[in-house]
């Protein structure tokens, strides 16, 4: 399977630990995207790397949020003191810039969060 | 401020017949990409089709296919002998060229009744 991989695929925590997620792009893409969906909606974006650059944050992106890449390969998100607004599906995409004709991104599975 | 309105929160389609999914989109962007995404029930989003707003030949992919109309900024899909297994959720989503996030629709939630 050459696709975006994500891990874990389920996470349930207490209200105020910390979690982590990780994220395979694929592996030829330089570009790799973080965004949160929340029930009924549409993804929204996060935060972007090129290679392990990261280039620009939302401002959903709190300050409990940190997203690192650190070798331009794969990626983590991670959440500190989480809350219970935090609970939604973190999804990662990867895209080959290139061309920038080409740069479509492809979604991996998503990890789902939940926040009790 | 880029923005993606889906009107369309539900649809349901007969088997083998056709479908259209509405999307309009609000930018000052001249130079832009727009995508319709679909997310099978517990599975991954994959991409159905993407139109380059330059290109004024409307993008078919098989049975899928878009009506793109730039001066009215909509840009609906077309699901033509609609099967089983495209019961989804469709996202439309908006990145202008040279912009690093996609803007997406709330999306439509489309069932194929057999």
């Known amino acids: 399977d050459t696709g975006v991989s994500q891990n874990p695929r389920h996470k349930i925590t207490k209200r105020g630990q910390n979690v982590t997620f990780r994220c395979d792009p694929i592996s030829e893409h330089n570009r790799l995207y973080w965004y949160r969906q929340t029930l009924g909606q549409g993804p929204e974006f996060l935060t972007y790397?090129?290679?392990?650059?990261?280039?620009?944050k939302s401002r959903l992106l709190s300050d409990r949020f940190s997203a690192e890449r650190p070798k331009g390969s794969f990626s983590t998100l991670e959440i500190q003191r989480t809350e219970q607004g935090d609970s939604a599906m973190y999804l990662c995409?990867?895209?080959?810039?290139?061309?920038?004709?080409?740069?479509?991104?492809?979604f991996g599975p998503g990890t789902r969060l939940t926040v009790l | 401020a880029q923005t993606v309105t889906q009107s369309q929160p539900e649809m349901s389609v007969q088997e083998a017949e056709t479908v259209t999914l509405s999307c309009t989109y609000d930018?000052?962007?001249?130079?832009?990409?727009l995508f319709w995404y679909k997310q099978p029930p517990s599975r991954q989003m994959i991409l159905v089709i993407r139109q380059e707003a330059y290109k004024q030949q409307n993008a078919t992919e098989n049975r899928f296919s878009v009506n793109f109309q730039k001066a009215a900024k909509s840009f609906s899909l077309k699901i033509s002998d609609s099967q089983l297994g495209d019961t989804a959720m469709y996202f439309c989503?908006?990145?202008?060229?040279?912009?690093?996030?996609?803007?997406f629709g709330t999306g439509t939630r489309l069932t194929v009744i057999p």
């Open positions: 995409a990867s895209s080959f810039d290139l061309d920038r004709r080409l740069d479509t991104q492809y």
């Open positions: 790397f090129q290679n392990e650059a990261q280039l620009e």
């Open positions: 989503a908006f990145t202008p060229t040279g912009a690093n996030n996609l803007f």
């Open positions: 930018t000052s962007e001249n130079n832009y990409y």
